[in-house]
């Protein structure tokens, strides 16, 4: 088993099921509700748990039920949640997500509320995790003094370290300086890129090139349709997405990251870490809710069996 540490966000997902997304200035009477565990560094640490890592979580909550419900999540499936912070001030985040009912796709809205409020400070309380880490994870949901922080630690002990650019937003240039994994996906490797679309496989290549030109050591691409894409400069490797009927993908990039990280700190080589991530992630988008909809370890390595031998 091995040891990750994610840092990010925790927030209260309310997802409504629609037959068609809204126009603009149109209503649309939607199916039903649900309330759900979200944030992309709290699905991305459970994830990580479900596939087995001895996981820590750096996050920050408000003073509401929605941290209550985090910190109960975080005790059922065994996170160390001992640095998840209490902001006083600022509620929980939350997310107004919209599901297409056929499609399984989302559009989502977040308020990320005390996510923002994660300071460096809070963030050098966990040194000695992060010390005794294998593999660092951390996204762009809460703030860039808390990502730098974060990374600067991690680069001084040496970890390798995941940087999932996601929700893309303007950061400073050196936090992808010597990232071991930089994983975009096809909209995020497009902004990176500075390019208008990556659509296929020569696109993500193209934009994989210009991602590296940034300083991170390898590029690892979500696709969607097209499952992955990974390169570091000489080698490449493509893995297409499982077969499987989505009816919520809300989270499903959350799941491929924190199944690699997982399964990198349990020592596995990139093609078998990225496979690992597509049949959790695969299996995810077959369910409803996003950290709600991780399969466990046992059912990732029956998909593996099916998918992924031969
Ligand atoms: O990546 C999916 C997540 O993004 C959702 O759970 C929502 O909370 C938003 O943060």
Same mark, same amino acid.
């Given at each position: 088993m091995g040891k990750i540490v994610v840092m990010g966000s925790f927030i209260q997902d309310m997802s409504v099921y629609t037959p068609a997304f809204p126009l603009d200035g149109q209503s649309v009477i939607a199916y039903e509700l649900k309330m759900g565990l979200g944030g992309k560094g709290s699905n991305q640490a459970t994830a990580a748990r479900r596939f087995g890592a001895d996981t820590v979580f750096i996050g920050k909550v408000g003073s509401d039920v929605f941290a209550e419900n985090a910190r109960a999540h975080y005790r059922e499936i065994g996170i160390d949640s001992r640095y998840l912070f209490t902001s006083e001030d600022v509620s929980t985040g939350v997310a107004l997500i919209t599901i297409? /009912? =056929?499609?399984g796709e989302n559009r989502i809205v977040v308020v990320v509320g005390a996510n923002e409020t994660l300071t460096p400070e809070e963030i050098d309380q966990a040194e000695e995790e992060i010390r005794t880490a294998d593999v660092l994870l951390t996204q762009f949901e809460t703030n860039a003094p808390s990502v730098q922080e974060f990374l600067r630690l991690g680069r001084k002990y040496g970890k390798t370290i995941i940087v999932? *650019?996601? *929700?893309m937003q303007a950061m400073p =240039? &050196?936090?992808?300086?010597?990232?071991d994994y930089v994983t975009p996906n096809e909209t995020e490797a497009a902004v990176l890129a500075g390019? &208008? =679309?990556? /659509? &296929?496989l020569d696109d993500a290549r193209e934009a994989a090139r210009r991602i590296l030109a940034r300083g991170c050591k390898a590029v690892l691409m979500t696709l969607g349709y097209h499952g992955s894409f990974f390169t570091d400069g000489t080698r490449e490797i493509h893995v297409p997405p499982i077969k499987v009927k989505a009816v919520d993908t809300t989270g499903a990039g959350d799941t491929f990251n924190g199944a690699f990280a997982a399964a990198k700190a349990e020592g596995y080589d990139d093609e078998t870490a990225i496979r690992y991530a597509t049949c959790m992630a695969g299996l995810s988008v077959t369910r409803p809710g996003a950290a709600n909809s991780v399969p466990t370890r046992e059912e990732t390595e029956a998909a593996y069996r099916e998918h992924m031998n031969g």
């Open positions: 297409h /009912k =056929e499609r999932n *650019p996601a *929700p =240039e &050196d936090v992808y300086q010597g990232i390019m &208008d =679309e990556v /659509k &296929d």
